[in-house]
């Protein structure tokens, strides 16, 4: 069942006329967002990947339609891609939603874009779960730490081991440095110069390791994150003899923070400064009232130690049809690509575990 203005074709008859579907909770504007509407984002998901500033400054979208649901509340940006033909893709990204929301919100926009037979989504559960024909193209976990009860709830459920190694740490850094700084706060003018000196020391890092950056396969990144940080985001700097020695990116969102990277001058690595660093960033964005802290994917085993735990999102090709799927071969592709690399991921996982069970054993001889 659909209500609203609409032309003979099916569409609407203008960018701001809305079309409600009251069987599924859902009104939806197909190019325009009612104003208020993009502001409730931030509230409703804390994730820096589901906020306006992200979308016009990353996606960078030629066009922004709505879709809200009722009953719970979810406020969802999307954009038409021309290629290929007959997709919309949804702008939220890293947001929370059921399998039924997710389903009544794809239902709601198929039926908006009479044209549309594919649908790009980011679900935070088992893809099986929402009930649709779709094709997995990517997934990624974000590790996310706790801080419920705060800094002092937080380093309670640190390892005790991980608790002494951070004490040492800073303390050696200190007896060395006496006039350490670490700051957080909002860069002003300085934003270009402080993501100027982060990427230098990140590329410095990638090069050594051998590791291709996000930055040279995708240039037009640096630029993105710069404006983002100039225009909502904090730093925290550790400053030494009044110069910068590491670097974090942060924003918060709602209730929630990001450390969305973070880099060090390699001078400082014997005192594990990127491990340091962004310990003191959680306890900042703890001390700042923040109910959660995402560090996001990569070098889990640091991030681990410092409490975060993985929450899996899986992008989705999802069809209007079962049929559908046989129009976009590049989506079949993609899939098994990444069940290759998943594949190739538990082969050494496993490999690395068994070396480990019988290097004892052979050890003896």
């Known amino acids: 069942m659909v209500t609203g203005a609409a032309d003979r074709r099916g569409g609407p008859a203008s960018p701001a006329a809305p079309l409600a579907f009251p069987d599924l909770g859902a009104t939806v504007w197909p190019a325009t967002v009612p104003p ?4 409730e984002l931030p509230a409703l998901y804390g994730s820096l990947f589901s906020t306006p500033a992200w979308f016009r400054l990353v996606d960078r979208p030629e066009s922004v339609g709505c879709c809200l649901l009722e009953a719970p ?5 999307f954009t038409p891609r021309p290629r290929p033909a007959g997709t919309v893709e949804v702008l939220n990204k890293a947001f929370r939603v059921a399998p039924e929301e997710a389903q009544r919100l794809a239902r709601a926009l198929f039926r908006a874009f009479p044209q549309c037979r594919r649908l790009v989504l980011e679900v935070p559960f088992a893809p099986g779960e929402l009930g649709l024909p779709h094709a997995v193209l990517h997934r990624a976990a974000d590790l996310v730490v706790d801080l419920a009860g705060g800094a002092a709830g937080w380093e309670r459920r640190l390892g005790r081991r991980t608790r002494k190694n951070l004490r040492n740490l800073a303390n050696r850094l200190r007896r060395d440095h006496p006039d350490l700084r670490v700051d957080l706060g909002p860069p ?3 934003a270009r110069l402080l993501f100027d000196q982060f990427l230098l020391w990140h590329l410095e890092r ?18 993105q ?4 940080l100039a225009e909502g985001g904090e730093a925290q700097v550790v400053e030494v003899g009044g110069r910068p020695a590491a670097i974090e990116l942060v924003f918060f969102v709602g209730d929630e923070a990001t450390v969305l990277a973070g880099s060090f001058d390699p001078a400082f690595a014997r005192y594990s400064l990127g491990f340091l660093s962004t310990a003191w960033a959680v306890r900042a964005t703890a001390d700042r009232g923040a109910r ?21 999102y899986a992008r989705l090709a999802v069809y209007r049809r079962a ?25 050494w996982r496993t490999r690395q575990r068994v070396a480990g069970r019988l290097r004892p054993w052979l050890s003896r001889e």
Do not use: I, M, N
Not at 73 to 77: E, N
Not at 206 to 223: H, I, M, N, T, W
């Open 73 to 77: 509340r979810h406020v969802v940006l």
């Open 206 to 223: 990638c090069l050594a390791r051998g590791v291709v950056s996000g930055y040279v396969s995708k240039p037009e990144q640096a630029d």
């Open 292 to 312: 959660r802290c995402h560090l996001l994917w990569g070098t889990a085993a640091y991030k681990t130690l410092l409490g975060a735990r993985p929450e899996g």
């Open 36 to 39: 208020g509407l993009a502001d």
């Open 225 to 228: 994150v710069a404006a983002l």
């Open 323 to 347: 049929g559908d799927r046989l129009l976009y071969p590049g989506d079949a592709a993609e899939a098994a690509r990444l069940l290759a690399a998943q594949g190739r991921e538990r082969y």
């Open 188 to 190: 002003g003018a300085r």
